[in-house]
């Protein structure tokens, strides 16, 4: 079921998902604009687009915690939530690479991994193929993840000075659940 949209928030002019986002049924890589995208306008085959662009709402629409400035068509930024909740990405538009680095989105980026510790989901920063594990007091930079590649969290450390960390396997390492 589809997550209430906060009120006021609409996607307007905003097309930023129809170039951050992987759509497998359509054969679209991340990074890059949709073949039938209508920047700044829509889609071009709107009432047959794939089940994956119906289904996806982002952050900012959902999210009153994300405040207005998390506009993706502003902050070049689409928070999305992975299908199984366990992972939260922000997505960073590719012309613009360092967008998450930029204040406050990078402290409040910082504060979600903090709400995820806490919780049960790990948040990541992805730009293109490129993710960046983000945790409250440090981030993992795991380069370009391959197809046949996984990120595994893992607590590492003593009892009682845990600290999570992320790591880059093959798909097939027995490590991988
Ligand atoms: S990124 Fe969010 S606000 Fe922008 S078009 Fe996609 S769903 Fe709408
Ligand atoms: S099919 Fe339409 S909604 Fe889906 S990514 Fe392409 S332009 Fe966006």
Known sequence: MMQAVVEGRHCGSCTLCCKVLTVEKINKPNGQWC??????????????????????QCGYLM???????WLPARSKLVVAL??????????????VPNAW?????????????????????TVFVQIGRRVIAV????????????????????????????????????ANDHRIA
């Open 35 to 56: 073949q039938h995208c209508i920047q700044g306008r829509g889609c071009a085959i709107y009432s047959d687009r794939p089940n994956e662009c119906q289904q996806f």
């Open 135 to 170: 945790f409250p007091d440090h981030e993992v930079d795991l380069g370009i993840v391959a197809e046949d590649e996984r990120i595994l969290i893992r607590e590492v450390g003593d009892a009682g000075a845990t600290r999570r960390e992320a790591v880059k396997l093959k």
């Open 101 to 121: 680095r930029a204040e406050p989105y990078h402290t409040e980026i910082r504060s979600l991994a903090s709400h995820a510790t806490r919780a049960t989901y």
């Open 82 to 95: 992975k299908p199984d909740g366990k992972e939260i990405v922000v997505h960073v538009d590719p012309g």
């Open 63 to 69: 999210w009153p915690a994300l405040g207005p400035h």
